[in-house]
């Protein structure tokens, strides 16, 4: 069972920059950008209501790949 999860990428005031999205507690996102530990997290839930910019490539790769594993392994 894949567990997806958001962790922000953070600018130079140590401001969230972007959201990007992870699997199974990776510190490298989905797009393959490695992040900080220490970055805020967030459920992945909460990927279609944040406010604040999302990766693009995390996004489709998110949104590819649920759909199928959830319709795989169910
Ligand atoms: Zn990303």
């Known amino acids: 069972m894949n567990v997806y999860g958001m962790r922000a990428e953070l600018g130079d005031q140590g401001a969230v920059k972007m959201w990007h999205m992870t699997k199974d507690g990776a510190l490298t996102a989905l797009c393959n950008r490695d992040l900080d530990p220490a970055a805020p997290v967030d459920h992945d839930s909460?990927?279609?209501?944040?406010?604040?910019?999302?990766?693009?490539?995390?996004?489709a790769l998110y949104l590819r790949q649920v759909p199928y594993e959830s319709m795989i392994s169910g």
């Not at 909460?46 to 996004?59: D, E, I, R, V």
């Open 46 to 59: 909460a990927w279609t209501h944040t406010k604040q910019p999302l990766c693009h490539t995390c996004g």
